[in-house]
């Protein structure tokens, strides 16, 4: 009930980024552990980080670390070609290194009007933003009939193998599917010794083998129904729809239809991609809440959901900025006042935009909520904080899934944001403040001096000592937790 301390509300620090870990060397009962910097993740360019990333990640219990990592790398880097490992296998072959390219989302094996007449058409699928897809780009489908290629060697031309041009292609539009499709039939016969009879597939072992391949000039960056060196045989017409074409490497995240054309060019009723579109700058991050976008092969979504304690480890641990001081200082994390959020999250920027769609679905939370729901929210948060025990939080991990839980219950009752779900407004809100607060305003290390004056003001002797002040984040209230004696 007292006078609240100005260091919540001015929460100035121009020290390192850092995260906690649960050692004893620190000094103080409050926290009892160490202090260590985050990685800055905009290093991960460099191929010898990838090993401190994915140890990281791995740390912070993300499954699939090392694809992880080079999702980040391909994130941050400028080109459209995804890089891999030399020597690794290629990344639409393992899930690892997604770029912002069409994405084979469906291949479908038609029978024109039940006639035994067979035809092949790929659908291709760009969910991501803010970019229109790379210049350049085609869909080569290799369709054999008499054998199953050797999907470990190059590709070979068929008999009914063709090739497409790419238009360009943007989220949201009229043209954010395209459907390739092959030109003339296949059919299939045998001869009954005294002439040829037409045959349906799957009787007398007529197979149909379909290899589609999406090309950027001579390099392939997306490939679907390949395992290994085997190329999915068909024996019936039918539809492969991916639950994510992201990860449309393994037949295990699709569906097989027996609908010939199930819905070609409309997204698939089974996708499973939250939050959509697909966040893909290909440059640096600007915040560590970016970490949102990157693809994480075996989590829900194939997202770090900042929501989660999980999401909030990863937070722990990667930074972008140098220092923790980027304009006014951070704010401290644990703040259980309404107006100090509601400051914190009026410029949080939330969902998206492309050139189809400029402002409709990307605005700040200061302009998309009514006042009157912006201090919901903030009082939300605020309450959230103000049941923590002893003085507070010191971690992401404990924090997000708090505010988050807060956060989603008044988004779901306030405001949908142009079609956006709670659940994605959530995560740009935790990615927004992601840097903009701080832990380490818990704890000071103040150097106290005692001096004895002569009568005539000359410094007769002088002992100093370097006291460690914890600081309550609740009341403002502190208290000399360690104090040592410096005798050189």
């Known amino acids: 009930g007292g006078a609240v301390s100005n260091l919540v509300p001015f929460s100035y620090d121009p020290g390192p980024d850092v995260f906690f870990t649960n050692l004893t060397r620190f000094g103080t009962r409050a926290f009892t552990n160490d202090l260590y910097p985050r990685f800055n993740i905009n290093l991960a360019t460099n191929a ?82 803010p970019n229109n897809s790379p210049a350049n780009a085609k869909v080569w489908v290799g369709v054999y009939t008499n054998g199953a290629p050797n999907a470990d060697l190059a590709p070979v031309l068929a008999d009914y193998s063709y090739e497409v041009t790419l238009p360009s292609m943007q989220y949201g539009g009229s043209n954010e599917f395209f459907v390739a499709r092959m030109p003339g039939a296949i059919a299939f016969q045998h001869y009954d010794g005294t002439d040829w009879v037409p045959d349906p597939i799957g009787t007398y072992n007529h197979q149909v083998w379909i290899w589609p391949r999406v090309y950027i000039n001579n390099t392939c960056v997306d490939e679907a129904l390949v395992s290994g060196e085997t190329v999915q045989a068909w024996i019936q017409t039918g539809c492969y729809q991916f639950d994510d074409p992201r990860a449309n490497h393994s037949l295990a995240h699709a569906i097989f239809t027996n609908a010939p054309t199930p819905a070609l060019g409309t997204n698939n009723a089974n996708c499973s991609i939250p939050s959509l579109p697909l966040m893909h700058t290909d440059a640096p991050m600007h915040s560590a809440g970016e970490l949102r976008n990157i693809y994480a092969p075996d989590l829900p979504g194939g997202r770090i959901d900042f929501t989660t304690a999980l999401g909030g480890a990863c937070r722990d641990r990667f930074t972008v900025l140098a220092s923790n001081a980027p304009v006014h200082g951070l704010f401290q994390a644990n703040t259980p006042y309404t107006n100090i959020w509601q400051a914190i999250l009026s410029d949080v920027t939330i969902g998206w935009s492309n050139q189809i769609y400029p402002t409709e679905c990307f605005s700040k939370i200061g302009t998309t909520f009514d006042p009157t729901s912006q201090v919901t929210m903030a009082s939300a948060a605020a309450n959230a904080l103000r049941d923590t025990s002893g003085r507070g939080w010191v971690r992401f991990e404990e924090l997000f899934p708090i505010l988050g839980a807060s956060l989603l219950g008044n988004v779901m009752t306030t405001n949908r944001v142009d079609g956006m779900d709670a659940q994605a407004v959530c995560g740009d809100i935790l990615a927004g403040i992601a840097d903009r607060v701080s832990f380490r305003q818990n704890s000071f290390l103040i150097i106290v001096c005692g001096q004895r004056l002569s009568p005539m003001g000359r410094v007769l002797a002088d002992q100093r000592a370097a006291c460690i002040i914890v600081r309550d984040a609740y009341t403002g209230r502190w208290v000399v937790d360690h104090m040592v004696w410096l005798t050189d």
């Open 48 to 129: 010898a980080a990838l090993v401190t990333v994915s140890n990281l990640l791995a740390d912070a219990r993300v499954p699939a670390a090392d694809d992880t990592a080079w999702n980040i790398l391909n994130y941050l880097d400028p080109g459209r070609l995804p890089v891999v490992a030399a020597g690794a296998p290629p990344a639409y072959r393992t899930g690892a290194s997604i770029k912002d390219v069409p994405l084979i989302n469906k291949v479908a094996l038609m029978d024109s009007n039940s006639t035994w007449n067979y035809s092949v058409a790929v659908e291709l699928w760009y969910p991501f933003v």
